[in-house]
């Protein structure tokens, strides 16, 4: 109890996010570990905790623009939670993190838009 234990990915869970993302291995454990951060030790980010990250994640994050960006926030946690269950597991949160960072919502969107009919 008590005291600041990072926690680490196993080997294997580091190789599947590196396959997954094409991400170094020490950047896939610089994210679990600001998403643990984040989330606390039970791996989860409920909406409020990710609107956080996502301010940080986010390139030319406008802090002027607190209310377009909460809404853009919310509305990203909510395509990213696969399973809809109210978190975003590490699993869903690094998708999310990775298209954000290449700047692909706008065109992930319209891809879950065309495939919505
Ligand atoms: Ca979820």
Redesign the pocket.
Known sequence: MGGKTSKKLSNQEVQRFVQQTQLQPYVIQQIYDAFIDRAGRNGRMNVAEFKQAYNQIKPNYDPYNIYGNDMEAERIFMMF?????G???FD?FINAFIQIQRGNISSYELMLKEYSF
Do not use: Q, Y
Request: no cysteine; glycine share 0%; net charge negative.
């Open positions: 939670d696969a399973d809809r269950n978190v975003l597991t869903e």
